[in-house]
């Protein structure tokens, strides 16, 4: 298993940008599918957005046109990169990686292997 470690959460206000950034440990980063996933108080973990190791990407409906995920094979590195955020986006966003799963179930949390601690995004209004 590898162990993401995500990094740039933070406190913004509505119509701010954040840009997140996990680094996967493992000498195979570029045959894993990589996705954000994220927990708001008192809700379930939720899906986000994800990237595969060919490099296309997937994204829940709510994010859709305002983030972009992307992945630097060379550094271990996958972004997301937060743009018009709103004070709905506020939440712990968890990094999760897989080598195998299938594409029908990128958005199921249980499907992933690996995840980090998480790293807290707060959007005031």
């Known amino acids: 298993q590898v162990q993401p470690v995500e990094s740039g959460g933070g406190f913004v206000q509505a119509g701010g940008s954040l840009r997140l950034s996990c680094v996967a440990r493992?000498?195979?980063?570029?045959?894993?599918?990589m996705a954000w996933f994220r927990q708001a108080p008192a809700s379930e973990r939720e899906f986000v957005a994800a990237i595969r190791y060919s490099g296309s990407t997937h994204y829940s409906d709510p994010v859709k046109g305002r983030f972009t995920i992307s992945r630097d094979n060379t550094r271990n590195t996958v972004y997301l990169q937060m743009d018009s955020l709103k004070p709905e986006d506020t939440a712990v966003y968890y990094c999760?990686?897989?080598?195998?799963?299938?594409?029908?179930?990128?958005?199921?949390?249980?499907?992933?292997?690996?995840w980090g601690q998480g790293t807290q995004v707060t959007v005031s209004s």
């Open positions: 493992t000498d195979t980063f570029n045959r894993y599918t």
């Open positions: 999760a990686a897989d080598r195998s799963i299938i594409l029908s179930s990128l958005r199921r949390p249980d499907q992933y292997e690996s």
